[in-house]
């Protein structure tokens, strides 16, 4: 079955509809791009056709490009990728171009046949691109539908002359939402933006109906009449000049210079703003080639898109197990993260009870659901009859007898090993024997844990980021005796609450804050050794991190470190690497600087809590060394000990799975998401040059940065973690 199919009508249409077989939305590959071109000439060519709708025969349009295409462009592109890229791009946009000019006279621009898109709901990407090609863009009145053009989150742009062509609609500032954010719209909204034509109740016969009438002016893009100037000015005009500076400087303060896709995107528009619009596309082609050809566009598609779905899909989950998911939850503690929990069960339809020691903290974790509720209803993203069935579906109480009946316990009480333990024998007490139980913790070991359970195989941890409703990944973590039942049942309750799940082993502090504390540390023992904070801070911004090390603890909290680390001193005893760290961390909790929430950290803070800069106080206990370090090498140690802490997990067995271990990292912390995650900036950078530098950073800053034995087995066979780890193997 090919993926599109045409009907010539009786009435002189010729309707080519899109359908790919065994996926649930439509994704564009090479053979349909083919098969599109000839049902396109097929048309032109028969003179019984009088115009062409293209649409779906889907609940939506299309979501975009086949991904694993792209993925795959380069290499299958031969000896000369660049060349193969762009004559590849090229073709794409001859079959578009064809659509756009639809047979009209290059001199005369008549005698062409009337071309129209007719939308049933989500269109994205190249679902966007082709509609952009055809004369009028009919969609289904769909409140739930998007549209829009996402790739710039992919670390691409939109290369099929979507770029061009909407930024030539609706001008450079007008379009900068919608390349440059990827921002995605309802139907509605994206009428009144420009980006389609009509919203209808049945977009099929509409467009037909458009077709039978249009004639030759209705069907001439603006960009081929005579005359026609870019919306906003061209660069060179004084408004147009002004955009451009403004939209130069905007990308630049978002990403960094870290980001290559947002600037080539600048650049095509740019530059093809000052030529016609078929050399225009061939700027277009030339950028989008360069960003294929960086090896951050490919990391980023494997990683944000190949890798995440696949681990989306269940690409870890035990395969012999049935299915878990489920269907009523118990959830315990009602604070923060407990009214989290609820919030995203809630909203996936399951039957929620919110359990805590007194009725006023159950009911004040239920009114994080009752909030969000309302604002859902307030935006008109949920009717008031859904929303009230979402805040019914939680049960709060403190009473554990209404814990019976739940296949799924979610316990998120204090980071306290005595209070877990004294509330999972109580929940035992009530529930059925196949009830899965699982811990909500950041650092206290699952096996420990467990000891606690009448069922250690049906214990498991789940490690939930703050705040839940916002972050994406969910850590699960299998502890010694935890079975694949508790594994398989936790996946698809974080599938069912739409999140991205990663399964890790137990050991201590996990995979994410096995990784993100020493990245904190290392931010501090700089401050100590004489590194400008502001150095520091800025060095991890320009190399891709949210938020720099110094900040990243004042929002975590002071006084969470100095618990940590006391905890973790505790534990390992003479083998506690982190001493230098704590001085500078006991000192600030001794001074009441706890950060954001006592409005005193690394960062001074006004009485709203906006951050003003780093402290006075800290620059006077800690004073700038006269010879600063270079830029690359403060982020190289930043990127290092996050780095060599993956690999130590993958070589250990924490880490099960380098898809895991990278897409956990930018999800999870938001690891220099460009790089495609630590394993895929390892494999950037090479092992070879990895170990090098590892002995180097070892010599001059200590044995934290001892490359690890595994690394250094890789950098003597030159191998990369993807060539040797890429299906999933373990380390071995």
């Known amino acids: 079955m090919t993926d599109f199919t045409m009907d010539k009508g009786a009435d002189g249409v010729a309707v080519i509809t899109w359908d790919v077989a065994d996926k649930s939305m439509n994704v564009l590959n090479l053979e349909g791009l083919e098969t599109l071109d000839k049902l396109v000439d097929d048309a032109l060519?028969?003179?019984?056709?009088?115009?062409?709708?293209?649409?779906?025969?889907?609940?939506?349009?299309?979501?975009?490009?086949?991904?694993?295409?792209?993925?795959?462009?380069?290499?299958?592109?031969?000896?000369?990728?660049?060349?193969?890229?762009?004559?590849?791009?090229?073709?794409?946009?001859?079959?578009?171009?064809?659509?756009e000019r639809a047979g009209l006279d290059p001199k005369t621009n008549k005698g062409g046949k009337p071309v129209a898109a007719a939308l049933p709901g989500t269109a994205l990407g190249i679902g966007l691109e082709i509609p952009l090609a055809t004369h009028r863009i009919f969609a289904a009145d769909n409140p739930k539908a998007k549209i829009g053009l996402p790739e710039i989150m992919v670390g691409i742009f939109p290369g099929a002359g979507g770029t061009t062509r909407l930024s030539r609609k609706l001008g450079a500032m007008a379009a900068a939402p919608f390349l440059l954010e990827g921002k995605l719209s309802d139907p509605k909204k994206a009428k009144a933006a420009g980006l389609i034509d009509e919203v209808v109740d049945d977009p099929l016969a509409a467009a037909k109906a458009w077709v039978l009438q249009a004639r030759d002016a209705d069907i001439v893009k603006p960009w081929d009449d005579k005359g026609y100037k870019m919306p906003g000015g061209a660069p060179y005009h004084p408004a147009g000049f002004m955009t451009f500076v403004g939209a130069s400087a905007m990308v630049n303060g978002k990403t960094k210079g870290v980001y290559p896709a947002a600037k080539a995107l600048l650049s095509a528009v740019?530059?093809?703003?000052?030529?016609?619009?078929?050399?225009?596309?061939?700027?277009?082609?030339?950028?989008?080639?360069?960003?294929?050809?960086?090896?951050?566009?490919?990391?980023?598609?494997?990683?944000?898109?190949?890798?995440?779905?696949?681990?989306?899909?269940?690409?870890?989950?035990?395969?012999?197990?049935?299915?878990?998911?489920?269907?009523?939850?118990?959830?315990?503690?009602?604070?923060?993260?407990?009214?989290?929990?609820?919030?995203?069960?809630?909203?996936?339809?399951?039957?929620?009870?919110?359990?805590?020691?007194?009725?006023?903290?159950?009911?004040?974790?239920?009114?994080?659901?009752?909030?969000?509720?309302?604002?859902?209803?307030?935006?008109?993203?949920?009717?008031?009859?859904?929303?009230?069935?979402?805040?019914?579906?939680?049960?709060?109480?403190?009473?554990?007898?209404?814990?019976?009946?739940?296949?799924?316990?979610?316990?998120?009480?204090?980071?306290?090993?005595?209070?877990?333990?004294e509330v999972t024998k109580a929940v035992d007490a009530v529930t059925g024997d196949d009830t899965i139980f699982a811990t909500n913790?950041?650092?206290?070991?699952?096996?420990?844990?467990?000891?606690?359970?009448?069922?250690?195989?049906?214990?498991?941890?789940?490690?939930?980021?703050?705040?839940?409703?916002?972050?994406?990944?969910?850590?699960?973590?299998?502890?010694?005796?935890?079975?694949?039942?508790?594994?398989?049942?936790?996946?698809?309750f974080v599938r069912q609450i739409r999140k991205t799940p990663i399964v890790v082993n137990d050991a201590r502090f996990f995979y994410a804050n096995r990784c993100i504390i020493p990245y904190i540390n290392e931010g501090i023992r700089m401050v100590k050794e004489g590194v400008n904070p502001a150095l520091i801070e800025n060095a991890a911004k320009l190399v891709g991190m949210p938020l720099g090390p110094l900040q990243l603890v004042d929002e975590t909290s002071i006084d969470l470190g100095a618990r940590i680390a006391r905890a973790t001193k505790a534990a390992m005893g003479d083998a506690y690497p982190d001493a230098e760290v704590d001085e500078v961390i006991f000192w600030m909790e001794g001074e009441g600087r706890l950060g954001r929430k006592s409005k005193s950290g690394f960062y001074d803070y006004d009485e709203s809590g906006k951050r003003q800069g780093i402290s006075q106080v800290v620059k006077d206990k800690y004073p700038q060394s006269a010879d600063q370090p270079e830029l690359a090498e403060v982020q190289q140690r930043l990127l290092f000990a996050q780095s060599l802490e993956a690999v130590r997990a993958?070589?250990?067995?924490?880490?099960?799975?380098?898809?895991?271990?990278?897409?956990?990292?930018?999800?999870?912390?938001?690891?220099?998401?460009?790089?495609?995650?630590?394993?895929?900036?390892?494999?950037?950078?090479?092992?070879?040059?990895?170990?090098?530098?590892?002995?180097?950073?070892?010599?001059?800053?200590?044995?934290?940065?001892?490359?690890?034995?595994?690394?250094?087995?890789?950098?003597?066979?030159?191998?990369?973690?993807?060539?040797?780890?890429?299906?999933?193997?373990?380390?071995?």
Request: charged share 25%.
């Open 650 to 732: 993958l070589e250990e067995g924490v880490l099960m799975d380098i898809r895991e271990g990278d897409v956990g990292a930018i999800l999870g912390w938001g690891f220099a998401p460009w790089s495609g995650g630590p394993l895929s900036w390892l494999d950037m950078v090479g092992a070879p040059w990895a170990a090098e530098r590892c002995d180097t950073l070892t010599e001059k800053y200590g044995p934290r940065f001892t490359c690890p034995p595994l690394l250094r087995e890789m950098a003597q066979k030159t191998q990369s973690f993807y060539g040797r780890f890429g299906t999933g193997q373990k380390a071995a």
């Open 270 to 421: 740019y530059e093809g703003a000052l030529v016609p619009f078929d050399t225009a596309l061939k700027i277009e082609a030339r950028w989008f080639t360069n960003v294929l050809m960086n090896p951050s566009s490919g990391a980023m598609i494997r990683s944000l898109f190949i890798n995440k779905e696949a681990l989306e899909k269940g690409a870890v989950r035990p395969k012999d197990v049935p299915d878990q998911r489920v269907k009523k939850v118990g959830v315990l503690g009602a604070g923060m993260m407990g009214a989290g929990i609820a919030l995203v069960s809630a909203q996936a339809g399951i039957e929620v009870v919110l359990l805590d020691r007194d009725q006023a903290a159950a009911d004040k974790g239920k009114s994080l659901t009752e909030e969000h509720a309302k604002k859902g209803v307030q935006r008109k993203k949920v009717t008031e009859k859904q929303a009230q069935a979402m805040v019914d579906r939680i049960t709060a109480t403190t009473d554990y007898d209404a814990l019976k009946g739940c296949d799924l316990i979610v316990e998120a009480v204090f980071e306290d090993s005595r209070i877990k333990a």
């Open 45 to 99: 060519a028969d003179e019984a056709v009088k115009g062409i709708v293209i649409t779906s025969a889907k609940d939506s349009f299309a979501g975009g490009m086949d991904l694993n295409i792209i993925a795959k462009m380069k290499e299958m592109a031969g000896d000369e990728p660049a060349r193969g890229l762009f004559e590849g791009v090229m073709r794409m946009h001859a079959v578009l171009r064809k659509i």
């Open 441 to 492: 913790t950041s650092t206290l070991p699952i096996s420990d844990l467990a000891k606690a359970s009448k069922n250690t195989e049906q214990f498991i941890g789940i490690h939930f980021f703050s705040p839940v409703e916002k972050m994406m990944l969910v850590e699960i973590i299998r502890g010694k005796q935890t079975g694949d039942r508790a594994v398989a049942k936790a996946l698809d």
